[in-house]
C-alpha cells in the first residue's frame, strides 16, 4: 500500500517517455526520410545551379581559349573548374569538334555521364557564332556524399531538437502534472476516510484538473464522512436494539426457537434448553440438535401437525405439548408455531414459542379429573363414565366390534348405611371398587360410579355370543356377596343384581343400551336379587 | 627606327588634320605579291585576334596594327569584328599572360603601316583609304565609311 503512489508516479513518467520516445522515432523516421528526399533533390539542383554558375564565370576565358584554340587557356580554365570538388571532368573543344584541353578525375569517370552539360562557346567578335563548346560534368558521388552529410546533419539537429524538446517535455510533465498528482495521492492516502481532514490543493494549480481532482476529492470526503456518520448512528441504534432484544432473548423465561423445513434446531434462547426443556445446550448431541422436535416432545406428530396447519394457513397456530424429560415427570408447554413460507411455497424456517404450562396443565387436570371422577372411590362418574362410552360405541362403530355394559345395582346397601350411618357406607363402597377394579383387569374396559349404589361396567372388545360378560357378571355377584369389613370391627354383607345389555344387540346409543341394562338389572332384582339378567334380545328400543 | 617615327609623326600629321572632316574609308592591304585577292572582315578579324595564323595560301600572315590610342584602330576593330579597344585590350591581355601568343606589332601611322607592308611579303596592315597611292600593296578589303 505504502509503495503504491511511487510505483503509479513513475509508471505514468516512464510511460509518457516510451511514448514521446516512440512518436520521436517515428517523426524522426518520417521526417528524415522526407527531409533526405528534399535535401538531394536540393543538393542536386545546387549542383546543376553551380554548374551553370562556374560555366558561365569561365565561358568568356573558355570562348578565348576555343577561338584562338589555345591550350595553354583551356588548360587554365579545366584545372580552374577541376580545382571545385564537385567537378569531375571538363573540357573544351573548339568548333571542328577536337579537343583543346580535357581534364578528369579518374576515380568518377563512369559517374560523369548523366551530369555532363555543354555550353557552348560564342566568338569573341561574333556571340551568336559558335566556335567551341565547354564540358563540365559533376561527380554524383560527390554530391551524394554532400548530399547524405547534409541530410545527416540535419537529422541530427532535428533529433536534438525533437529529443531536447521531449526532455523538456517529460520533465515538464513530472513536476507539472506528476508531482502534483502524486502529493495529492499520498495525500489521499494519509486522510483517515470519515474524519474532518481536508485535501489542500498543491501550489499554482487551484485553476486547473489537479485543483479540481482536490476540490472533488474533498467532496467525496464530505459525503463519506457523513455517510459513516449517519452509518455509525444507525448502527449504535441497532446495536441497542440488538442489545435489547437479545436481553429480552436471553432472560425471558420463554423458550424460543428457530428451527429448519426439517425440524433441526438452527437457534434457541437460553430459557428454552435450560429451563423449559431442561437439557444444557453442550450436552445435546448433534442428532438432538438436528431432530428437535422429536426429540423434546412426547408427541412429535401433534407438532407437526401445528406445523402443517400454520403452513396451510399461514398463521400461528398453538397448542399445549407434553414434554419428554429425563426423570419422567410430566412437563407440559404451549407452544405457538410460525412458519417463514419461502417463493415456492416451501418451508424456509420454523419459529416456536414454548411457555411452561405445567402448573396451569395440572391444574386443568385437576379439575377435569374432578368433573369426571367420583371423589370417594375415584372411579369415574356418571359424567365420566358417558364421555368413556360414547367414544367406546364409536370405535366400536368405526371397527365393526360389540360391546358390553353392565349397570350394577347394590342389594342392601340401603341397610347398612341406616344402620352403621354414612361412614361406613362410604367404606363399604370404596370396598366395591376396590373389588370390581380387581375383577376388571383389562385397561380398555372402565368401572364407573353411576352415583349412589349403582355401578357400571363397560366391556369393549366383546366377540359375539361371548361367555366372557356373564362370567364376569357372575364373578362380580360372588365377589360383591363376600362379607365387607368396616370400621369398629363390624362385617356387613350385602349384594348386587347386574344387568347386561349388548351393543349392538340391545342398542345402538349410549341411552338405548343403558335403558336396556337397566332394564334387565330390574328384571333380576325382580328375579330376587344377588344374580345378573341379560336384556332382552331384539327389542328395539326408541332413543 | 626611330628615325622612321619622326618621320612617320612628320608626314602623317597634316593627313591627319585633314581626315577628321570626312572619315575616310579603311583599306586593309597585304603585300603585292600574296596571291591573296579579297579577304572578309571576318578573315581578317581571326588574323587580327590571332585566330588564323596564315593566309588562305598557307602563307604565314605578319599582322601589323595601328598606334595604341590612333582613332583608326578604334574604327577598324569595331568594323571588323564589332570589339572596342578596351575589349580587345582586355582579349589580348589574356591570350598574352600564357607568353604563347603575341598581339599584333603596333606601328604609329599609316605611313609605318605601309611601309611595313611594303617590305614583308606576309604581311598585313590597316590605312586610311584616303592615304593610299601605292603599287606595291593590294587593298584586299575596304571598310566602307
Redesign the interface.
Known amino acids: 500500500m505504502a509503495e503504491a503512489p511511487t510505483q503509479f508516479r513513475a509508471h505514468l513518467k516512464h510511460k509518457l517517455a516510451i511514448r514521446v520516445t516512440l512518436g520521436v522515432f517515428l517523426f524522426a523516421l518520417v521526417a528524415g526520410a522526407l527531409n533526405a528526399w528534399f535535401v538531394f533533390n536540393r543538393q542536386y539542383s545546387a549542383a546543376r545551379t553551380l554548374q551553370d554558375q562556374l560555366a558561365a564565370t569561365v565561358r568568356s576565358?573558355a570562348a578565348?581559349a576555343a577561338?584562338?584554340?589555345?591550350e595553354?587557356?583551356a588548360r587554365?580554365v579545366v584545372t580552374g573548374l577541376m580545382s571545385h570538388p564537385m567537378v569531375a571532368e571538363a573540357r573544351i573543344t573548339a568548333d571542328n569538334g577536337s579537343t583543346i584541353y580535357k581534364s578528369s578525375r579518374a576515380q568518377s569517370e563512369g559517374a560523369v555521364e548523366g551530369t555532363t552539360v555543354r555550353y557552348s562557346l560564342g566568338s569573341?567578335?561574333?556571340a551568336t557564332e559558335v566556335i567551341g563548346q565547354l564540358e563540365i560534368g559533376l561527380d554524383e558521388g560527390y554530391i551524394n556524399a554532400m548530399a547524405l552529410d547534409s541530410a545527416i546533419r540535419q537529422l541530427v539537429v532535428l533529433a536534438l531538437q525533437i529529443g531536447i524538446s521531449a526532455l523538456l517535455l517529460i520533465v515538464l510533465f513530472d513536476f507539472v502534472v506528476a508531482r502534483p498528482l502524486n502529493k495529492v495521492a499520498r495525500r489521499v492516502e494519509a486522510v483517515t476516510p470519515g474524519s474532518g481532514e481536508r485535501l489542500e490543493v498543491p501550489r499554482g494549480h487551484a485553476d486547473d484538473e489537479i485543483g479540481s481532482l482536490v476540490h472533488r476529492s474533498n467532496l467525496l470526503l464530505d459525503t463519506v464522512q457523513r455517510t459513516l456518520q449517519e452509518e455509525r448512528e444507525l448502527r449504535a441504534k441497532v446495536e441497542a436494539m440488538e442489545e435489547h432484544y437479545r436481553r429480552i432473548f436471553e432472560t425471558t423465561n420463554v423458550g424460543i426457537m428457530v428451527l429448519d423445513q426439517h425440524g433441526s434446531l438452527i437457534n434457541s434462547n437460553p430459557a428454552l434448553l435450560s429451563r423449559i426443556v431442561g437439557i444444557r445446550i453442550d450436552g445435546m448431541q448433534e442428532a438432538d440438535s438436528s431432530k428437535f422436535i422429536d426429540t423434546i416432545f412426547v408427541e412429535p406428530a401433534v407438532v407437526w401437525s401445528l406445523i402443517a396447519k400454520a403452513t396451510a394457513s399461514n398463521r400461528s397456530t398453538s397448542e399445549d405439548c407434553q414434554l419428554r424429560t429425563a426423570d419422567g415427570s410430566e412437563r407440559w408447554v404451549h407452544c405457538i408455531i410460525s412458519v417463514v413460507v419461502g417463493q415456492k411455497d416451501q418451508i424456509e424456517l420454523i419459529e416456536g414459542v414454548l411457555y411452561d404450562v405445567t402448573d396451569r396443565k395440572a391444574a386443568e387436570d385437576r379439575a377435569r379429573r374432578h368433573a369426571d371422577h367420583d371423589a370417594l372411590t375415584g372411579l369415574r362418574n356418571r359424567r365420566g363414565m358417558e364421555f368413556f362410552l360414547d367414544r367406546s360405541l364409536r370405535h366400536a362403530a368405526e371397527d365393526g366390534e360389540e360391546l358390553g355394559v353392565m349397570l350394577i345395582d347394590l342389594d342392601g346397601f340401603k341397610a347398612v348405611n341406616d344402620t352403621y350411618g354414612h361412614e361406613a357406607g362410604d367404606q363399604v363402597l370404596v370396598g366395591v371398587a376396590h373389588r370390581m377394579l380387581a375383577r376388571v383387569r383389562r385397561s380398555s374396559d372402565l368401572v364407573a360410579r353411576q352415583g349412589g349404589d349403582e355401578f357400571v361396567v363397560v366391556a369393549t372388545h366383546c366377540g359375539p355370543g361371548d361367555q366372557a360378560l356373564q362370567e364376569l357378571a357372575a364373578d362380580l355377584v360372588r365377589a360383591l356377596r363376600e362379607p365387607f369389613p368396616i370400621a369398629g370391627g363390624e362385617i356387613v354383607q350385602i349384594g348386587a343384581s347386574i344387568g347386561i345389555a349388548r351393543y349392538p344387540t340391545h342398542g345402538q346409543t349410549r341411552h338405548g343400551l343403558m335403558a336396556a341394562a337397566d332394564a334387565a338389572m330390574y328384571e333380576a332384582k325382580r328375579a330376587g336379587k344377588n344374580r345378573y339378567a341379560l336384556a332382552e334380545p331384539e327389542k328395539p328400543i326408541a332413543g | 627606327m626611330r628615325s622612321s617615327h619622326i618621320l612617320g609623326a612628320v608626314l602623317g600629321l597634316p593627313l591627319l588634320w585633314l581626315a577628321p572632316a570626312a572619315q575616310a574609308d579603311i583599306a586593309v592591304i597585304v603585300h603585292a605579291a600574296n596571291p591573296v585577292q579579297q579577304l572578309t572582315s571576318r578573315q581578317v578579324a581571326e588574323l587580327y585576334l590571332g585566330r588564323s595564323r596564315t593566309f588562305t595560301s598557307g602563307q604565314y600572315a605578319q599582322v601589323v596594327d595601328q598606334g595604341i590610342d590612333d582613332p583608326v584602330r578604334s574604327r577598324f576593330f569595331k568594323d571588323i569584328s564589332g570589339m572596342s579597344i578596351g575589349q580587345v585590350t582586355a582579349f589580348w591581355s589574356r591570350l598574352k599572360f600564357t607568353g604563347q601568343v603575341q598581339p599584333p606589332q603596333n606601328l604609329d601611322g599609316d605611313s609605318a603601316v605601309l611601309e611595313f607592308v611594303r617590305r614583308n611579303p606576309g604581311a598585313i596592315g590597316y590605312v586610311s583609304a584616303t592615304t593610299l597611292a601605292d603599287a606595291r600593296v593590294k587593298t584586299v578589303l575596304v571598310l566602307r565609311e
Open positions: 576565358s578565348v577561338f584562338v584554340k589555345n595553354e587557356i587554365d569573341p567578335v561574333n
